[in-house]
């Protein structure tokens, strides 16, 4: 009988896995920027263009890469940031599967520009199908920059999936926002098709979430934080007059990971039941900070839903929080003038 089992080639492997991780232009996005993050950046842009059908490019000033790392982050299951399996209960960075890079090289084409602080000289590539084209030295800025073009060109079906450039741009907006929200002492920048959305400047969390979500929200914003041994909450609700029928201004993160968790959204709504009208929907920008070892990543490959080791704790612990801070603002009129 004759054997009909084969390996797939490594183009093929990867443009299958990148299924998983790259599904729209805004989850080329989400890898870019916390790339970036994790490259030790303080100031990132994100330049789009055609909702990032066209074009996807992520400019840090991050520590760079050497000849040789330019290479190999776009191998498949590269990474600088686990070596053991210990490492992966510790996770401090946003990336650790050495994944999307690998991804984004089997779908679009890809030109990457990278510097170390100390070289004099950069390393510029093109890559094509997930191989490299064309390597060269180069005169570049410190840092890194990568530039994805026309997504999906080689998967036609998944291209003519993609919804429209509204639809993509808001996908792309959303994640834009959640990793700036995460990491105010950063800079961000979004352009797209040469009109530049949000330029947010370095500052503190509550001049972020202004920055982002509206000067309303100035003199309207509640301070939360608690600790235990266990956790640490910290961030902030708005006033239960912002209430919105809408949602959309609530963000939970874990260790600075944007999650979703109607379980913890719903502990929250607990918190402010009877101060705002069934149907609405509190501000709340909170970040949850525990010991990597007691939350599990890894339930999927975007990382959006963890698994906690106690979510009953947990929700009890935001819960509380959220009371005390609400418990705590006394109801005068608001004054609209301090930041
Ligand atoms: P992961 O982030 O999970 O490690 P990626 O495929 O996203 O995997 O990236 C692979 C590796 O490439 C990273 O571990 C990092 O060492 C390097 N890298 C990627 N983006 C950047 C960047 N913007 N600046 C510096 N190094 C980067
Ligand atoms: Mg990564």
Do not use: W
Request: aromatic fraction near 8%; glycine fraction near 4%; hydrophobic fraction near 45%.
């Amino acid at each position: 009988m004759a054997d009909i089992i084969n390996l797939l080639p490594d183009n093929i492997a990867n443009q299958i896995a990148a299924g998983e991780v790259i599904q729209r232009p805004a989850s080329a996005v989400k890898e870019l920027l916390e790339n970036a993050v994790d490259a030790g950046a303080t100031e990132i842009q994100l330049i789009i263009r055609d909702a990032g059908k066209e074009l996807i490019q992520v400019i840090d000033n991050g520590k760079g890469m050497s000849e040789t790392d330019a290479r190999m982050c776009f191998e498949r299951h590269a990474t600088s940031k686990i070596k053991t399996i210990d490492d992966l209960f510790q996770i401090r960075t946003m990336g650790f599967r050495g994944e999307a890079l690998a991804s984004i090289a089997a779908v679009a084409q890809v030109e990457l520009k990278t510097r170390m602080h100390n070289a004099e000289l950069g390393t510029y590539l093109e890559i094509d199908n997930s191989v490299i084209k064309k390597q060269e030295p180069c005169q570049t800025a410190e840092g890194t920059s990568i530039a994805m073009k026309n997504l999906f060109f080689n998967v036609p079906a998944r291209r003519n999936f993609l919804k429209s450039n509204a639809a993509e741009m808001r996908h792309v907006v959303d994640e834009f926002i959640r990793v700036a929200m995460a990491f105010p002492q950063i800079q961000f920048s979004l352009n797209s098709n040469s009109q530049n959305l949000f330029y947010l400047e370095k500052g503190s969390l509550k001049q972020r979430i202004i920055a982002i979500l509206g000067q309303h929200y100035n003199a309207r914003l509640v301070s939360v934080k608690e600790s235990t041994d266990y956790m640490d909450v910290h961030g902030f609700v708005g006033k239960p007059e912002t209430a919105k029928k809408t949602r959309g201004d609530q963000f939970f993160f874990v260790n600075n990971r944007f999650i979703k968790s109607p379980y913890l959204h719903h502990a929250i709504m607990n918190a402010f039941a009877e101060m705002i009208p069934a149907d609405s929907y509190p501000l709340y920008v909170l970040f949850i900070d525990l010991d990597p070892a007691h939350v599990d990543i890894n339930v999927h490959p975007t990382k959006q839903e963890i698994k906690f080791d106690d979510e009953k704790v947990m929700y009890a612990f935001v819960q509380a929080a959220v009371k005390h801070a609400l418990a705590q603002f006394n109801i005068t009129p608001t004054l609209d003038f301090e930041l």
